[in-house]
């Protein structure tokens, strides 16, 4: 029988630690068989459902670009009271886990809503992994004419807490893309920005003409961002995020990441600001 | 099919020619609890049940049940022992029968079909029992149901008196179960005039009644509202009203390790449980009682009518006999139309 929820065997082919804590590490996965990875077509925004043998399964954000066709990657924190979380941080590279996706729906790259504009992406801490993965895939030679300016907000508490740092340094010197990185606190090395992401935001106040906004961080920072995004002019349906619930099924069945009638797994993880508004409950 | 008439004493003979193509389940009493059990003889059956304690929705969707292990070999060769011969289900009450048409709707759904739960369904035939001694706990007909409902059943049998049963073909399949040789004969005017009275005083035996009319557009007003604080206050947390729902689905993947390897298990989850929504990083969306409390609320009365159309509630009751606390689902719908 085919299962939906079987998932498909990959080899943990690299696993790169990204911050000062060590407890958030990207897994480049490969899969086993050829037929799977074809299979595997996703677009940026969405989740695959990760499992370890014996630990279990958690939905996680693609930070890989689907142009990256040879491997998947993902950046998952270790959470101490998470099962999964804390196995998939105890492996080693060239072990095998699973990879079940991808699921739930995805930023409005191939549509009218994004192409031709000016695309702005505001991150923060470890929620920057899809914006990540949009970034590759909009600055790749085959995307990049379709989009206007591109201009990056992204923020972590701490230097040692910003994700991704050769990618970072990379985008920074390179053409096509505005780079504002920030940290909520410097150190004696830090020579870049201070200032939390909705301050930062406020003060370059990127311009909300004919621009789509995308933003991921922690709920608080959310929050705190919608209120200047909105005063810059940005309209609540031109801002994109993406919500997380706990997940066991990923395909709008198991009953417990639903948002009023809405499941995230499956008419999310993406929602507009406006979409959010809707909702019963506070899902922010 | 013009109906057709059992006598009781030829009911064994003709589920003993169905026994040889099907396996067939039926209500049993055992140790004073009514279930549903796979039969070998009509002597096993327990007739006199009102209705059994749990649904019989597990034959569809096992409260555990091991999906695959690991390694991959051993996953084929389970595939093919999910329904080793197709079933019949005799005696299911029509308001459990009404329930799948809900599950239905969640586990055979166009984007993504469960095989473990459509292959259990499209290899059971469905053989009602009307119910003619509904209990005070029983509001189906304010569901969109009835004692005599024929929603996806293949067969309807309805007790006539003390000698006989009267059988309806709903589908071409449950005609299908009723051969040239079998013990049955047409139902004559008389039987069909004790029929509709049969009908007619059950339906109004049904006597608790639930206005249905606007409770979604209310609750669509009322999540905020400080009436979810009150109502949850009873609540244990215990989670019996889900287990025993015929329509509650929601549900977990866990891995079990055992001897051979690993196993993934899909085991009922309920909404009521602290756990259901818990994240890894501590953030729990459904922090208290009241928040469960009013998802349950919310996902049968409104938030199942806006993605399905229907009601996710069958009005069997089963959540009002057995709460430790007696909490009765009527009556929050009642305070809810009031707030």
């Known amino acids: 029988m085919n299962s939906l929820y079987r998932p498909k065997p990959v080899t943990v082919r690299k696993i790169v630690i990204e911050n000062e804590a060590k407890d958030i590490k990207t897994f480049e996965l490969v899969f086993l068989s050829k037929e799977d990875r074809e299979r595997f077509k996703f677009t940026c925004g969405q989740f695959a459902m990760l499992s370890v043998l014996g630990a279990g399964e958690s939905p996680i954000g693609i930070a890989s670009s689907p142009l990256d066709d040879e491997y998947l990657q993902f950046t998952v924190k270790r959470y101490p009271t998470g099962v999964l979380t ?199 | 099919m013009k109906e057709k008439i059992i006598k009781k004493e030829q009911l064994g003979r003709w589920l003993e020619k169905l026994g040889k193509e099907y396996e067939i389940w039926a209500p049993v009493k055992k140790n004073g609890l009514v279930f549903f059990h796979p039969i070998k003889s009509a002597k096993e059956i327990y007739f006199n049940f009102l209705n059994s304690k749990k649904t019989p929705k597990d034959l569809f969707f096992p409260q555990s049940e091991v999906l695959f292990s690991f390694p991959k070999e051993e996953v084929e060769k389970e595939a093919e022992t999910i329904l080793p011969k197709s079933r019949i289900i005799f005696a299911i009450r029509p308001c459990d029968a009404k329930s799948l048409a809900l599950l239905d709707q969640v586990f055979d759904s166009e984007d993504y079909r469960d095989p473990y739960y459509v292959e259990r369904r499209e290899g059971t035939l469905l053989v009602g029992m009307a119910c003619t001694h509904p209990q005070t706990s029983c509001f189906c007909t304010s569901m969109r149901g009835g004692p005599f409902e024929k929603n996806c059943l293949d067969l309807l049998m309805v007790e006539l008196g003390d000698d006989k049963y009267l059988v309806e073909a709903v589908t071409q399949t449950g005609k299908d179960l009723i051969g040239k040789d079998d013990p049955f004969e047409d139902a004559q005017g008389k039987d069909r005039e004790r029929l509709a009275k049969v009908k007619k005083e059950t339906e109004e035996k049904v006597k608790s009644k639930v206005v249905m009319e606007g409770l979604e557009e209310k609750l669509d007003k009322i999540f905020d509202s400080p009436f979810w604080d009150r109502i949850h206050q009873r609540c244990l947390g215990c989670a019996i009203c889900t287990y025993l729902c015929s329509t509650c689905h929601c549900f977990a993947l866990l891995d079990e390790k055992v001897n051979s390897g690993v196993q993934r298990v899909r085991s009922w989850d309920s909404c009521m449980f602290p756990g259901f929504t818990l994240e890894a990083s501590g953030h729990n969306p459904r922090i208290s009682n009241r928040e469960r409390m009013r998802q349950r609320v919310m996902h049968k009365f409104n938030y199942f009518v806006k993605n399905f159309g229907e009601t996710a509630c069958v009005g069997c009751g089963r959540c009002i006999q057995n709460c430790p606390v007696n909490i009765d689902i009527r009556e929050i719908i009642e305070e809810i139309k009031n707030e």
């Open chain 1, 86 to 284: 804390t196995a998939l941080h105890s492996l080693e590279e060239g072990s095998r886990i699973g990879v079940r996706g991808p699921y739930g729906n995805f930023y409005p790259l191939e549509t009218e809503t994004m192409e031709g504009k000016n695309i702005l992406m505001v991150g923060g801490g470890f929620a920057f992994t899809t914006l990540r993965s949009t970034i590759r895939y909009l600055l790749h030679e085959k995307n990049r004419s379709r989009f206007k300016d591109i201009t990056v907000l992204y923020g972590a508490r701490s230097p040692g807490e910003l994700i991704y740092k050769s990618e970072l340094k990379e985008w920074e010197e390179r053409g096509g893309i505005t780079m504002y990185i920030t940290v909520d606190k410097g150190d004696e090395n830090w020579e870049g920005r201070v200032g939390l992401v909705p301050n930062v935001l406020k003060e370059v106040a990127p311009s909300s003409e004919n621009t789509v906004t995308l933003i991921c961080g922690p709920p608080i920072m959310l929050k705190y961002t919608m209120l200047p995004l909105l005063d810059l002019g940005f309209s609540p349906e031109k801002i994109f995020t993406s919500l997380e619930r706990r997940m066991s099924c990923g395909i709008g069945k198991c009953g417990r990441c639903n948002i009023g009638s809405k499941y995230v797994c499956k008419d999310g993880p993406v929602f507009t600001y406006r979409e959010i508004g809707e909702l019963p409950e506070e899902a922010l």
